[in-house]
């Protein structure tokens, strides 16, 4: 049973439109995540939600809008492509977050190669 | 944010070679985990270890929080341990978001 998965696996897509990616995940967990992996392999934090309410969202354009229809699942719609969103998109998940006073472990989907033509 | 920095960048090992990789991290943490980035991309889970060690088959881990930093030890590497290692922390103070340095690519040949 895959715990964290996303789709698609591979989106190749032209300047100007808008698509979106999907996670889910399976184990219960409260808080999802979406990182970023740029073409140096960085990867860097987006968005956080915790029971669907956002708790993190760093310096991102606008044009990227989370959506948390409920806690398994955390989908990312992006409008307006640019060339410079081409990366590889991470879903990730843990059982709470650090405002409860603990730390807990993440644990990543397989991840999305976005490539904006 | 906090500076999380990695060494070595790059290793070459000979496969059955032992090696020790290091994470540096600038501010107080309450979660460090160890990912083994495959040549497929996937994110694999090594270790979540806040402090203390870890043994898990021929990898294991140690953090020391107070002096702030943590090793990953691979013993006997196979050429599947090949790809790029990441060590990730969540300050102590603020939200739960991972903080990535920026990785060691190991490559081990035959």
């Known amino acids: 049973d895959t715990a964290v998965s996303q789709t698609p696996k591979y989106l190749v897509t032209q300047m100007g439109n808008d698509k979106s990616i999907k996670c889910e995940q399976n184990?219960?967990?409260?808080?999802m995540y979406w990182y970023k992996q740029d073409s140096k392999k960085f990867l860097k934090i987006m968005f956080s939600?915790?029971?669907?309410?956002?708790?993190i969202n760093e310096t991102v354009p606008n044009r990227f809008s989370p959506k948390s229809p409920d806690k398994a699942h955390l989908n990312l719609h992006i409008n307006s492509l640019e060339l410079g969103d081409s990366a590889v998109y991470f879903c990730a998940s843990s059982q709470g977050w650090s405002g409860s006073g603990r730390a807990y472990e993440q644990y990543f989907g397989p991840g999305t190669r976005l490539t904006v033509t | 944010g906090i500076q999380v920095e990695q060494s070595p960048p790059d290793l070459i090992l000979q496969e059955g070679a032992n090696s020790t990789l290091r994470c540096n991290f600038s501010d107080s943490v309450n979660n460090l985990q160890w990912f083994h980035q495959n040549p497929w991309g996937q994110l694999i889970n090594l270790f979540y270890i806040p402090s203390g060690t870890k043994q898990n088959g021929r990898l294991s881990a140690t953090t020391v929080a107070t002096e702030r930093y943590s090793l990953l030890y691979i013993s006997s590497s196979q050429t599947t341990d090949s790809g790029v290692y990441f060590c990730a922390v969540v300050r102590q103070t603020g939200a739960n978001n991972l903080f990535f340095g920026t990785g060691t690519r190991l490559t081990v040949i035959p």
């Open positions: 184990l219960g967990h409260d808080t």
């Open positions: 939600y915790n029971n669907k309410e956002l708790i």
